[in-house]
């Protein structure tokens, strides 16, 4: 299975783009690369997913580069709500595999 | 649209007691997945419906651990008896058969104190 590997911990300032990186190396050529996102005392939310191209939705967007390596997760304007942490999954077989994540702290 | 729905959203009881939580998928969606997020951690898989039936649950501690989804609509996890270990946040997914992006949309958990 594809893993993931994600910075544990950034700031950002209110009001600037948040660039949340993920490198998942080892990923097949069929397996889509999801994130979500988990504010505290909440289920995990689905943020958005993609396969090869370049993915945008209300929320955010995904890019993802040509060899499928990395990936990277961009909130345009980010708010005090946006703190939370970040999971970049890679998903074999319908699977959801969540690790440590990247906690994402939004500053005033 | 009704999202997923899970009560209770907190349980304390005694080690050895049993607990069961219940869960109620979003409408439509036939698969339905139980999580154990202990703190600190990202949410680990229990047990995977289809419908009624069970896809996965190699990570299900069977001994004391149960689920069940008999109409395939919503589901119950119980654990009995307890232990100190199984203090967590429970949560349940659910997501739409038959497409291949398998976006799941969960519930907002229970959290569970085992003293």
């Known amino acids: 299975d594809a893993k993931t590997t994600q910075p544990t911990s950034m700031d950002c300032a209110e009001g600037r783009a948040a660039n949340l990186p993920c490198n998942h190396s080892t990923i097949s050529g069929n397996e889509y690369v999801y994130w979500y996102r988990q504010i505290h005392s909440q289920g995990p939310q689905y943020i958005i997913h993609?396969?090869?191209n370049n993915e945008t939705n209300e929320m955010a967007s995904l890019i993802i580069t040509e060899d499928r390596k990395s990936s990277t997760l961009i909130l345009p304007h980010a708010t005090l709500r946006d703190t939370a942490v970040y999971y970049c999954i890679v998903n074999p077989r319908g699977k959801l595999i969540f690790g440590q994540g990247t906690t994402l702290q939004v500053k005033p | 649209e009704a999202g997923v729905a899970q009560s209770p959203r907190y349980k304390i009881i005694e080690k050895r007691q049993s607990v069961a939580f219940w869960c109620n998928p979003i409408s439509g969606h036939a698969t339905l997945y139980w999580y154990q997020q202990i703190l600190g951690q990202g949410p680990k898989l229990l047990i995977q419906?289809?419908?009624?039936?069970?896809?996965?649950d190699s990570q299900l501690p069977k001994d004391r651990f149960s689920a069940e989804r008999l109409k395939g609509v919503d589901s119950t996890l119980k654990i009995q008896p307890a232990k100190l270990e199984d203090s967590a946040v429970y949560l349940c997914a659910s997501s739409f058969l038959g497409r291949r992006e398998n976006i799941q949309y969960f519930g907002a958990g229970t959290r569970l104190s085992v003293l």
């Open positions: 993609g396969l090869k």
């Open positions: 419906f289809q419908n009624n039936g069970v896809v996965d």
